[in-house]
């Protein structure tokens, strides 16, 4: 089983902040990973897939980059609606998921 | 407007049996691979099954195999997880994803989620 470990576990930060958030793979997933926004009682949403493509109607301050075992996602400005938990999927080898890190505010 | 809605869920036994629907909207199931996915609170989500857009492929994570059935009907508009000889371990919150519609590899879509709780 492919493992995704994601850092840190929890993040604050203030609005108007650039952020990056960590992923990295146990072992080469190429660019077979996407990235997903949980926020509590909402359904999950897709921000981008094949490490860096963003997914419909998600805004450009989202950016993802990365190959093989590390990968970013970036958050160019920090919006209020952004304060949530992030997931990084690799989807190379079967579906694993990282465990995810929480943007909280500062 | 494309909507994956769950249900289902619920506190039962162990060893008991559970049967999750997931009802689809704004597109054709039939067009789609579609994935369950679970999560217990505080972890990260873990995939457990998916059903190719045609139905002829079946896969199962090794934790729920031989215990658990996914099925679809296109005409119902619904997807399904059969849950058998549930144990502590599979109590969680299980999401309905909509994946690609030659593959699965990324999940565009999510359901909210129903609770599924396994204890005596």
């Known amino acids: 089983e492919i493992v995704m470990t994601q850092s840190p576990a929890t993040l604050s930060v203030s609005p108007g902040e650039r952020v990056t958030l960590s992923c990295r793979a146990s072992?080469?997933?190429?660019?077979?990973l996407a990235w997903y926004q949980q926020k509590p009682g909402q359904a999950s949403r897709l921000l981008i897939y094949?490490?860096?493509t963003r997914a419909t109607g998600i805004p450009a301050r989202f950016s993802g980059s990365g190959t093989g075992t590390e990968f970013t996602l970036t958050i160019s400005s920090l919006q209020s609606e952004d304060f949530a938990v992030y997931y990084c999927q690799q989807y190379n080898f079967w579906y694993t998921f990282g465990q995810g890190t929480k943007l909280e505010i500062k | 407007q494309v909507q994956l809605v769950e249900s289902g869920g619920g506190l039962v036994e162990p060893g008991g049996s559970l049967r999750l629907s997931c009802v689809v909207s704004g597109f054709t199931l039939s067009d789609f691979y579609m994935t369950w996915v679970r999560q217990v609170p505080g972890k990260g989500p873990e995939w457990i099954s998916y059903i190719s857009s045609n139905s002829k492929n079946i896969y199962y994570s090794d934790s729920v195999k031989g215990r658990f059935t996914i099925s679809k009907d296109s005409a119902r508009n619904s997807l399904y997880l059969q849950m058998n000889s549930l144990r502590a371990e599979d109590t969680a919150v299980y999401y309905c994803?909509?994946?690609?519609?030659?593959?699965?590899?990324?999940?565009?879509?999510w359901g909210r989620g129903t609770t599924v709780i396994v204890s005596s």
């Open positions: 072992q080469s997933v190429s660019d077979n």
């Open positions: 094949d490490a860096s």
């Open positions: 994803t909509r994946g690609g519609s030659r593959s699965l590899r990324h999940m565009d879509v």
